[in-house]
């Protein structure tokens, strides 16, 4: 197969005329009508003015082919890649061919450039090679074989120092290498990050040190930032995120407070160490002894256990479990046995329980069989979980010096109870109706005897 014939030359720019069935646009007559419809509809006012102030693109070439009308010296030719640059440069070159109201617009542009007379082409002589370079560039990335337009990240690279998005880019890069967040999961996050990390608030809690813009580092611990990071990108994550790029200074300030006051950071502020220079120690795949298991930081949450006390009728058993799953476990476990301890009492008095009975005495081997939760030998280790909240609840009460530390214990067995919290809310809300049921079957008094 022989390779096609393309020709590299310098053409003038009046012998290059505009292509009038361009793809862009309907077919039309004359050149006026293709200038008109390019000024109006394809931004040709903006790349004048780009061209008046930098010049053409040393990157790109116009692609023409022969008019067929002409020949020899006086051969004109069709511009199939560049009409826009074409168009610009004629309106420079000539603004009375620009469309009414344009010219003197055009003719306060061309005051300002040096007039380029002679453009860069390639001839193609064959339309079909033509067509397939066309394609290339104006298909899309067309599974590879096309430009591919730099993303957000790239184009922040690409810019620099001094782009605003520098910080943010320098975090997400970070982010990734310490596998915090995934390629694919950091994609169209640069603008939510850039909105943050220009909070200073929210740079002062991260613990990013921006003072150099091309060495952005940290001044918490590795262990510190990485909590706090982490935690910030997954709250950008997720079908329904926490945080988005519509948050305002507010908004941010609030989140940050909030960032800055999770568990499990050491608050230690350090020398300022560079964000990508890495650790000093490789990091290895196995530990050679096992690490400290570190106890949960709040009492379990139970979602079907918050939804189903919204038909019970009780503001206060649902603020009372919203509390207690909400406050530090490890800095705050007397008052949670205390208040473990309220939700079981008001729980069960809501159930059916005597005033003067406990709810250990209440939630009785027989209780558990109602309940259907298992024999008295199953059931046994959760009638101790029981105990032990009741126990819990009253040393740390009424004691001069016993209370509750113990808050895995606690959360342990807030776990293990949960179908049985269940089954008394079901009957719960079984007595509330019943006790209404009997209100409205209430005969009415006569105040007339």
């Known amino acids: 197969m022989s390779k096609p014939k393309r020709i590299e030359r310098t053409i003038p720019l009046d012998r290059i005329f505009l292509n009038r069935k361009n793809p862009r646009h309907e077919p039309y007559r004359t050149q006026l009508q293709t200038i008109k419809w390019l000024c109006a509809k394809e931004e040709v006012l903006q790349l004048a003015r780009d061209i008046a102030k930098y010049g053409l693109s040393p990157l790109d070439r116009f692609g023409v082919y022969k008019d067929h009308d002409t020949g020899g010296e ?101 982010a990734e290498r310490e596998e915090l967040i995934s390629a694919e999961g950091r994609k169209r996050k640069l603008t939510t990050v850039q909105r943050f990390l220009s909070n200073p608030v929210m740079r002062e809690t991260l613990g990013l040190d921006t003072h150099d813009p091309r060495k952005i580092a940290r001044n918490r611990t590795e262990e510190d930032f990485n909590l706090l990071a982490q935690r910030f990108v997954l709250d950008m994550l997720g079908e329904n995120p926490k945080i988005n790029s519509r948050y305002n200074k507010a908004n941010i300030e609030v989140y940050a407070r909030e960032l800055g006051s999770i568990e499990g950071q050491s608050n230690e502020r350090i020398e300022p160490e560079p964000l990508m220079s890495g650790s000093s120690k490789p990091k290895s795949k196995r530990r050679q002894q096992p690490g400290k298991v570190k106890g949960p930081q709040r009492l379990p949450h139970q979602p079907e256990i918050e939804s189903t006390l919204e038909t019970l009728n009780s503001w206060k058993l649902r603020s009372l479990y919203r509390s207690i799953c909400a406050i530090s476990l490890q ?107 009997r209100v409205n079957l209430a005969p009415e008094s006569n105040d007339s005897l």
């Open 331 to 437: 800095e705050n476990t007397p008052i949670l046995a205390v208040g473990v301890w309220s939700f079981f009492e008001t729980l069960t008095a809501l159930a059916g329980r005597d005033p003067g009975t406990d709810f250990y005495s209440f939630l009785s081997p027989q209780k558990f069989s109602e309940y259907k939760l298992g024999t008295k030998r199953q059931t046994n280790p959760l009638r101790q979980a029981v105990r032990r909240i009741l126990d819990y609840g009253n040393a740390t009460k009424h004691h001069s010096t016993a209370a509750a530390f113990n808050g895995d214990q606690l959360a342990n067995d807030l776990d293990s109870l949960e179908e049985l919290i269940l089954k008394i809310i079901e009957d719960a809300i079984s007595q509330q109706k019943n006790r209404l049921l």
């Open 74 to 174: 006086d051969a004109t030719f069709i511009a199939a890649e560049g009409n826009r640059r074409l168009c610009a440069m004629k309106l420079l070159t000539d603004p009375d061919l620009a469309p009414p109201g344009r010219q003197a617009y055009f003719e306060g542009l061309a005051k300002k450039w040096t007039p380029i007379t002679q453009l860069p082409c390639i001839i193609f002589e064959d339309k079909k090679d033509l067509d397939i370079w066309l394609k290339r560039r104006h298909h899309g990335q067309a599974g590879g074989i096309g430009q591919k337009p730099w993303n957000a990240d790239q184009k922040a690279r690409h810019s620099g120092v001094g782009s605003r998005n520098q910080v943010a880019l320098a975090f997400l890069d970070y």
